[in-house]
């Protein structure tokens, strides 16, 4: 079973418009940390946000917010008044347990495309 | 912040020939660090686990004859592809981490011809 569903391949938003990319897990450990990486076409991976499963408040960097629904395993990003250079591909991953020197696990990614 | 390199950023071979791709950390040390294989338009795939002074680890799938991992110190961490072929051609990146944090390379794009 895949432990990172994102099921948007592609998505569009305009310009100076929020947009939210969606993500879901798959878990039974308590401990868990989740993160959502920016690639743009060059290939290198920006890290964007993080939020920890015992994190009670969602996480935020700047423009970026995570949507974390713990009891439904989702984990949204929000990207406030998109800009052209936001468009990306972006991934949602996941690590367990959280904080430990274990490899990320990642979904296919959603493809980002801002317009003017 | 941590930086992870990776040398070099991309390579162009000849089928049947071997590669060898550096991941360095460049100031802290890494007793673990992770491979991954990224094909066009799809996502990053784990290939296999470096740790340091022992053995990697490899994921399902993965040959560990052809896929040459040896992490011969704190700092670096080598993939080798033997006897590539087109169809080993992709984006391979490395991470590591430093503090519980995680620090992906700039990655490797390699090209078989």
């Known amino acids: 079973a895949q432990k990172i569903t994102q099921t948007q391949p592609g998505m569009f938003v305009q310009e100076k418009e929020a947009v939210t990319l969606d993500c879901t897990y798959d878990t039974s450990d308590q401990s868990y940390g989740l993160f959502w990486y920016k690639q743009p076409s060059s290939g290198e991976m920006i890290f964007l946000i993080y939020q920890g499963s015992y994190d009670e408040q969602n996480a935020t960097e700047g423009r970026y917010s995570l949507n974390f629904q713990k009891a439904r395993k989702s984990a949204n990003l929000v990207i406030s008044a998109s800009q052209l250079g936001d468009s990306a591909m972006y991934f949602c991953?996941?690590?367990?347990?959280?904080?430990?020197?274990?490899?990320?696990?990642f979904g296919k990614g959603t493809r980002l495309s801002v317009i003017a | 912040g941590a930086v992870v390199s990776q040398h070099p950023s991309w390579v162009i071979c000849k089928s049947g020939t071997s590669v060898k791709i550096e991941c360095r950390s460049l100031d802290f040390q890494a007793t673990t660090m992770f491979w991954y294989r990224q094909f066009p338009k799809q996502s990053l795939m784990l290939m296999a686990t470096?740790?340091?002074?022992?053995?990697?680890?490899?994921e399902q799938g993965v040959e560990k004859d052809k896929f040459l991992i040896n992490h011969a110190s704190l700092t670096l961490s080598t993939l080798t592809v033997t006897s590539a072929h087109p169809e080993d051609s992709s984006f391979y990146i490395c991470?590591?981490?430093?503090?519980?944090?995680?620090?992906f390379g700039p990655g490797t794009r390699l090209t078989v011809l």
């Open positions: 991470s590591a981490s430093p503090s519980g944090s995680l620090v």
């Open positions: 470096s740790n340091e002074g022992s053995k990697a680890t490899y």
């Open positions: 991953a996941m690590r367990e347990p959280q904080g430990g020197n274990t490899p990320l696990v």
